[in-house]
């Protein structure tokens, strides 16, 4: 496990870092790290653990257990990955930046790989920000093109904000039952679901498993990120990305299957995807958007069929998205190969490509056929299924009609690829166009024909990868095994149902296109997105400039403001004062108190400069008589000296700055009662704070320990020079800074005058 | 400023005033006082010895100009540190020893780095002030 | 009335005083006010310290440690430190003002505002 996530990073790095030298080699060398990987990935057992503490103080860690389910979507993610960087080096072949392609794609797979083993809720949560991340990336791959930095940037915004919502919700599941592993948290299922938080956390987890796996109604951001090279589109938006939101869903509903919200909102939400994935897919006329959103219609039903959460739904809930990888991967790489061969991916324009490219027209055809539900195909078996498992309870019977028009439109999508383009009429001959290079077509081969071989060895298939992968999500036995055939019946009459449907409308195709144009002005899911965005950016905006006007005086009104708001609040709520009774005033200690607060008064009143400036100094000689009268000696000292050296600098700058005009300041009634108010509540926490505080056990100690281990009889200057030391040095240099400001300011020479 | 009285004072009291900065910070330890203190009051006393008789004159009296007292406060002080560091592992960890009979130790040097760095600080911003007047 | 209730009112009345200060529109006053709500800061750790008159936190000579009635020192300590800050903090407020008013000729802060954006 270790081994695989290790040659992933690693080898991430090394690309990256020798991608001069790494570029001459051919196509099959640079895969080699892929092949690796899946070798490592094929070697991890059933059940594989490793944990290691991460940050023990918060209860993270770094989980890891290969169970059914990690180990067949890892084995997925690997076994594609092979076969995607064989084809990405070849499509690259040649171009500078196919290291860097890579590099990113194995980063991208480590982070999958990661996910899929996961054991810790939080380790799983740092894998899936990888690989949003890792998806921005490829996305704006191509980042000369505006297009597709905006797309990478709305993709990641959106599954980005699913992350938040899922960090929040499995923190709140972690918090609900105690502990961040999975297997732990199956084992209380029953009491999580009872507890009444549960629905927060339901509601933010599918939040981000929804976002990320493009549902209604966050769908829109994965047609946009066909942006992204063809084989990341593949890679990413179809095989596998896309279904980690599927995967965690599968992967919690051992925990969360029972609580409240998990099964409507998934296949509420999941039907209305496949119906908006289904609709849009054959309004389309790029090869790509296409296939971008028949995999949200695909996506949709996934989440349908793990939403039911019956033993059966689930067992075709893994076989579809099996399937759906198979074929998936090999059309996405089969429309590559036919957007850099034949120059374009517009439907109108291609057709009769078979005699030019015959490798490709066969397995487009293959794995067609498994799109369209051929018989013995795996894409058969899948859908025999699905129809059955929903059929099996009453209540679930209505989702027949969702899966047909999953299946209606994965049909006619299958048509227009697997027969259209290759066989059909076009307008122009491709007589230039050439088959694609080998490394381009062994993805597209294998994949279409492992869509035949799997339902062959039917026994292996089920056994070895579905009913393990199934056992780590439900410990009831699904009573549906895989199998070619399952004879004459209803289910068989629906699928006949869909093929005949799905004719019919592929016959319609072009004018459904002119449909779609048609239909254009509708608001999209992307429009949404941006209004959100420009109203984020305008409200920001406005605020920015409402608050932040610029005027020191209001900054320095909401600052005061905000520091008295926890003193006041608490004074307007409970007015009394507490009394611990006091010292009684002696005559002689009221001077200097009236004269400090005659002086700040006066100060506050004279229009006169260099009066404030003079009763600023009474209030610092009052200050330091009060402080000699109460045992500070040492403060009196220092604020005599500081005092007169203040009068002097204020002498220096006041006498030579223009006297301000006279004006009339409409602020200063409600100025004088706002700091009247702030004067009161600090009083009142001053007096309060008197009557609270004791004698504090720090300064007994360090009073006591004065002279035995400072070897000091002023305990003011031990605890300044000896016991907190360091914290002096700190604050002599902050003086230092200080001056070198203000030398650095006036060995500047300003521009005198700036004219007004 | 050109009172007489202020300036023949102002010329007698600067090194009085030093002298009793110097006595402030070395007894600082035990009665008030301290490198604060003293600094503040050397520094005092050379700022009205400025103002009397010209910025230039009590910049002389410093000879070095007050960046280089505040470097020089700031690295004593950091100095102090280091035996502490050293010998006990811990920065600043106080050190005392026994000099002719008296008892010297890290944090008078500590002491001594405030005095010379508060004087620095302090002359800084005045001259800094007072000469963009005259500029 | 109370030593403590007579110096909690000097601490509200340098705070008021200060934050109007503050809010005045020449830059002077602002750096007044500035001074004023340092003092009044010093005073109030001052006052939250337990209040004990004439005997500072000094041991004298055979004693080891101060009497039990000395006042705080570590809120002595944090003040003096305070003090000197304040200090450096107003000198280096001062030069740019000074700064400040030269280039853009005014001492009004309002003035300042219409520059900038301008």
């Known amino acids: ?756 | 400023m050109n009172s007489l009285i202020l300036r023949t004072g102002a010329t007698f009291v600067m090194p009085l005033l030093l002298v009793f900065s110097v006595f402030l910070l070395i007894r600082g330890h035990h009665l008030p006082g301290g490198g604060f203190a003293g600094g503040l009051v050397a520094a005092a006393s050379l700022t009205l010895y400025g103002l009397v008789n010209g910025m230039g004159a009590a910049k002389a009296v410093l000879r070095a100009s007050p960046e280089i007292w505040i470097a020089g406060g700031l690295g004593l002080a950091v100095l102090s540190g280091v035996p502490g560091l050293v010998l006990r592992g811990s920065f600043l960890a106080p050190i005392w020893g026994t000099l002719g009979g008296v008892k010297v130790g890290t944090p008078l040097a500590f002491d001594l780095g405030v005095y010379l760095l508060v004087i620095g600080v302090v002359l800084t911003m005045v001259f800094a002030l007072s000469e963009e007047g005259q500029a | 009335m109370t030593i403590e209730a007579l110096l909690a009112v000097t601490v509200g009345v340098l705070f008021g005083a200060g934050v109007y200060l503050l809010l005045r529109r020449t830059v002077v006053r602002l750096l007044i006010g500035l001074a004023l709500v340092g003092n009044a800061a010093n005073l109030l750790i001052f006052v939250a310290a337990s209040l004990r008159r004439g005997v500072p936190p000094i041991a004298s000579v055979g004693e080891t440690a101060p009497p039990a009635s000395a006042a705080d020192p570590l809120a002595q300590a944090l003040i003096l430190t305070a003090i000197v800050i304040s200090f450096g903090v107003l000198g280096f407020a001062l030069a740019l003002t000074d700064k400040t008013v030269q280039s853009a000729g005014s001492t009004d802060l309002d003035d300042l505002v219409e520059e900038d954006s301008s």
Request: proline share 5%; aromatic share 10%; net charge positive.
């Open chain 1, 1 to 756: 496990m270790l081994a695989a996530l290790g040659i992933c990073f690693l080898s991430a790095l090394g690309l990256a870092l020798g991608r001069r030298w790494c570029s001459r080699l051919s196509p099959w060398w640079v895969s080699i790290p892929s092949l690796l990987v899946f070798g490592a990935v094929l070697g991890v057992p059933q059940g594989a653990a490793f944990r290691w503490p991460w940050l023990p103080e918060l209860g993270v860690e770094f989980g890891l257990r290969a169970d059914g389910l990690g180990r067949l979507f890892a084995l997925l993610i690997a076994g594609i990955g092979v076969l995607i960087q064989v084809y990405a080096a070849g499509y690259f072949q040649g171009k500078a930046s196919r290291e860097r392609l890579l590099a990113l794609l194995l980063l991208f797979e480590g982070a999958m790989l990661g996910l899929a083993y996961s054991e810790h809720l939080l380790t799983l949560f740092a894998f899936w920000e990888l690989t949003s991340v890792a998806s921005f990336l490829l996305i704006g791959f191509d980042h000369g093109q505006e297009k597709a930095r905006k797309s990478a940037l709305q993709a990641l915004t959106v599954t980005s904000a699913g992350g938040l919502a899922l960090f929040a919700g499995l923190l709140l599941l972690g918090w609900i039952g105690g502990t961040y592993e999975l297997t732990a948290l199956a084992r209380d299922s029953g009491e999580i679901v009872s507890h009444p938080a549960i629905g927060w956390a339901v509601a933010l987890i599918l939040l981000g498993c929804l976002t990320k796996s493009a549902q209604f109604p966050f769908h829109f951001w994965l047609p946009g990120a066909m942006a992204a090279p063809t084989p990341v589109s593949a890679y990413l938006h179809s095989a596998t990305m896309v279904k980690a939101g599927v995967f965690l869903a599968a992967r919690l509903t051992p925990v969360l299957g029972e609580a409240p919200l998990w099964t409507p909102a998934l296949v509420v939400l999941g039907s209305a995807t496949v119906v908006a994935g289904g609709v849009a897919a054959l309004l389309q006329s790029d090869l790509k958007l296409v296939l971008a959103y028949s995999t949200v219609h695909a996506l949709g039903a996934l989440m349908v069929l793990v939403g039911v959460g019956t033993p059966n739904a689930l067992h075709a809930a893994i076989a579809l998205m099996c399937s759906h990888a198979l074929y998936k991967g090999a059309l996405f790489t089969i429309v590559g190969c036919v957007d850099k061969q034949a120059g374009t991916r517009a439907l109108s324009e291609l057709g009769g490509l078979a005699r030019r490219m015959p490798w490709s027209a066969a397995a487009a055809g293959l794995a067609s056929l498994s799109l369209i539900g051929g018989v013995a195909f795996a894409g058969f078996t899948s859908k025999e299924l699905a129809f059955k498992s929903v059929l099996e309870q009453p209540q679930t019977q209505g989702l027949v009609a969702v899966l047909l028009v999953a299946a209606l439109s994965g049909g006619a999508v299958a048509l227009l690829l697997g027969y259209e383009v290759f066989w059909g009429r076009a307008e122009r001959l491709f007589e230039d166009v050439r088959e694609a290079p080998p490394p381009m077509l062994v993805g597209p081969l294998i994949l279409s024909v492992a869509g035949v071989a799997l339902p062959l060895a039917s026994g292996f298939w089920e056994n070895s990868l579905i009913q393990p992968a199934l056992r780590s999500v439900t410990s009831a036995p699904s009573s549906k095994p895989v199998q070619l055939w399952y004879g004459f019946d209803l289910v068989l009459g629906l699928s006949v149902l869909s093929w005949l449907s799905a004719w019919a409308v592929y016959r319609r195709h072009e004018a459904l296109v002119r449909l779609g144009r048609a239909l254009s002005f509708l608001p999209s899911g992307t429009q949404v997105y941006e209004l959100f965005w420009k109203g984020t950016l305008g409200g920001a905006d406005l605020l920015t400039r409402r608050w932040q006007n610029g005027r020191l005086r209001w900054y320095a009104v909401v600052t005061v403001a905000s520091v008295m708001a926890a003193p006041g609040l608490q004074f307007s709520w409970a007015p009394g004062l507490p009394s611990a009774g006091g010292t009684a005033v002696r005559a002689f200690e009221a001077l200097p108190v009236v004269s400090v607060v005659a002086a700040a008064l006066y100060a506050a009143a004279t229009r006169t400069t260099f009066a404030a400036v003079a009763a600023l100094g009474v209030v610092g000689w009052g200050l330091a008589a009060i402080y000699v009268d109460f045992g500070a000696p040492d403060l009196a000292l220092t604020q005599l000296v500081v005092e007169a050296l203040t009068v002097v600098l204020f002498v220096f700058v006041v006498q030579r700055i223009p006297s301000a005009k006279p004006h009339r300041d409409p602020w200063r009634l409600a100025h004088a009662v706002f700091a009247t108010l702030v004067g009161l509540a600090v009083a009142g926490l001053a007096y309060a704070v008197t009557q609270t505080t004791p004698h504090s056990k720090i300064s007994d100690w360090h009073a006591a320990n004065s002279l035995a281990e400072g070897f000091g009889r002023n305990v003011v200057n031990v605890i300044l020079v000896d016991f907190r030391a360091l914290d002096t040095l700190g604050e002599i240099a902050v003086l230092a800074v200080a001056a070198i400001g203000v030398v650095a300011m006036y060995r500047t020479k300003v521009r005198k005058g700036v004219e007004p």
